[in-house]
């Protein structure tokens, strides 16, 4: 390959996948404004006309925004790579940096100087999302001051735990020789199962609180279902979500013993017990069916493709040529090649997404079909469509636009697969 050449295939690929990004929204909008004056036949019995609108108008608001996000990213992408910001930001560091802090010291500031200017140029779209769109439908419930804290909590951990892991990786690129990103797999891949343990004990609890789940009618309805599926847990805890959205949720965290299950407040407050018991018991089934692990095994195999990759195209001038930036002679080019591989990366892998998404809904639908089994579809029917209300999901997405994006099936696919129409 040559530097022209992956300059050509790059712009090629960034023009592709803003086109196809467009045409796939303005699909879904279309299709959403177009159902908006009546709620679907299916639903009729189930959904109220307002109810209908607001998830209308909620999901063609986060379209609208969705479009501005994307043009002004692919601007931003382009502004670091082929108009010359990261090069002209390493230049500087290499200029100043690196003498007084070393080749790792620079390189790692490098690495923190771009995180800390993307995150700023994030920011406003951030607050944008929460003030104005989450607030205008109903859902925000965070406060600037809540906010910022957990912004600096969120560098904060950011740099405690990716500063020394990317001290640890670019030091493998310098010293383990041609067969760094093996070993820089394996640490990627350790790291990862340590994030995975600490999450629910360490850091989720920086930013929200936990109760255990108080003793009574829903508690012990879990317990049973719990003891029926088979499933140990090291506790149930319910998290304050409600200080910060509407939105509900319920989740698992966790590995082997210190496995948790996490209800949102907001669930609790919305849903029936049984309910609850049926949104339970569709999580239960995402562990039955090892879907959790297949996924954690999917992301190394394709983190160790992208290691070896990279570690091929950080060798090669062209890959960094071709992107707008000169590498060094005499300095480590490692953070480098590292940045323009993870900014440039997605470009390509966007084509990928249905696959994916494809592989998620088909989860979905096999959680689903558990819950049926261990409780019923009727309870599970209904939470799932209390859950759609509440987080005004749209009922009426466009075909193409949900094969591409949606990890998680419409309610009418759901709903019919489970024979809860009805
Ligand atoms: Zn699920």
């Known amino acids: 390959m040559t530097t022209s050449v992956l300059t050509v295939l790059f712009a090629a690929f960034l023009v592709g996948s803003l086109l196809l990004r467009v045409w796939l929204a303005s699909r879904q909008i279309r299709h959403v404004a177009t159902h908006r004056h009546s709620v679907p036949a299916a639903f009729q019995a189930t959904v109220s006309l307002p109810a209908h609108q607001r998830a209308a108008d909620y999901t063609l608001a986060k379209l609208r925004l969705g479009l501005l996000t994307t043009a002004f990213g692919a601007a931003v992408l382009l502004g670091w790579t082929l108009l010359g910001g990261l090069d002209a930001l390493n230049g500087r560091l290499l200029a100043h940096a690196r003498p007084a802090l070393g080749d790792l010291g620079y390189q790692l500031s490098l690495l923190a100087a771009f995180a800390l200017i993307t995150g700023l140029i994030d920011l406003p779209f951030e607050a944008w999302t929460t003030f104005r769109l989450e607030q205008r439908h109903g859902f925000n419930h965070t406060t600037p001051g809540l906010w910022l804290a957990d912004q600096a909590k969120g560098v904060l951990?950011?740099?405690?735990?990716?500063?020394?892991?990317?001290?640890?990786?670019?030091?493998?690129?310098?010293?383990?020789?041609?067969?760094?990103?093996?070993?820089?797999?394996?640490?990627?891949?350790?790291?990862?199962?340590?994030?995975?343990?600490?999450?629910?004990?360490?850091?989720?609890?920086?930013?929200?609180?936990?109760?255990?789940?108080?003793?009574?009618?829903?508690?012990?309805?879990?317990?049973?279902?719990?003891?029926?599926?088979?499933?140990?847990?090291?506790?149930?805890?319910?998290?304050?979500?409600?200080?910060?959205?509407?939105?509900?949720?319920?989740?698992?965290?966790?590995?082997?013993?210190?496995?948790?299950?996490?209800?949102?407040?907001?669930?609790?407050?919305?849903?029936?017990?049984?309910?609850?018991?049926?949104?339970?018991?569709?999580?239960?089934?995402?562990?039955?069916?090892?879907?959790?692990?297949?996924?954690?095994?999917?992301?190394?195999?394709?983190?160790?493709?992208?290691?070896?990759?990279?570690?091929?195209?950080?060798?090669?001038?062209?890959?960094?040529?071709?992107?707008?930036?000169?590498?060094?002679?005499?300095?480590?080019?490692?953070?480098?090649?590292?940045?323009?591989?993870?900014?440039?990366?997605?470009?390509?892998?966007?084509?990928?997404?249905?696959?994916?998404?494809?592989?998620?809904?088909?989860?979905?639908?096999?959680?689903?079909?558990?819950?049926?089994?261990?409780?019923?579809?009727?309870?599970?029917?209904?939470?799932?469509?209390?859950?759609?209300?509440?987080?005004?999901?749209?009922?009426?997405?466009?075909?193409?636009?949900?094969?591409?994006?949606?990890?998680?099936p419409p309610a009418s696919e759901r709903l019919a697969a489970m024979g809860a129409l009805a």
């Not at 093996?182 to 990627?188: F, K, S």
């Not at 140990?232 to 959205?245: C, H, N, Q």
């Not at 009727?378 to 636009?401: F, I, V």
């Open 157 to 408: 951990v950011g740099a405690l735990l990716g500063l020394p892991i990317a001290a640890l990786i670019l030091w493998l690129m310098g010293t383990a020789g041609a067969a760094w990103w093996l070993w820089a797999w394996a640490v990627w891949v350790v790291f990862n199962l340590l994030v995975l343990v600490l999450y629910p004990t360490v850091i989720a609890p920086l930013f929200n609180k936990f109760q255990p789940l108080e003793d009574g009618a829903l508690k012990a309805r879990v317990e049973s279902l719990m003891a029926r599926c088979g499933f140990a847990a090291k506790g149930l805890f319910v998290m304050d979500g409600s200080r910060r959205s509407a939105h509900a949720n319920a989740y698992f965290t966790g590995f082997g013993a210190a496995k948790r299950v996490v209800f949102f407040d907001t669930l609790l407050s919305k849903l029936s017990p049984p309910e609850v018991e049926a949104v339970l018991a569709h999580e239960l089934g995402h562990f039955k069916h090892r879907h959790v692990t297949k996924r954690i095994v999917a992301m190394f195999a394709l983190s160790l493709a992208g290691f070896a990759l990279l570690g091929w195209l950080s060798q090669q001038v062209w890959f960094y040529a071709g992107l707008g930036v000169r590498p060094s002679l005499d300095a480590p080019n490692d953070a480098l090649a590292l940045l323009l591989f993870l900014l440039v990366g997605p470009v390509f892998s966007f084509f990928v997404t249905p696959l994916f998404a494809g592989l998620s809904r088909r989860h979905e639908f096999e959680a689903d079909a558990y819950a049926c089994a261990q409780t019923s579809a009727r309870d599970l029917g209904g939470a799932l469509l209390k859950l759609y209300e509440d987080n005004a999901s749209t009922l009426t997405p466009d075909r193409l636009y949900v094969r591409f994006y949606y990890s998680h």
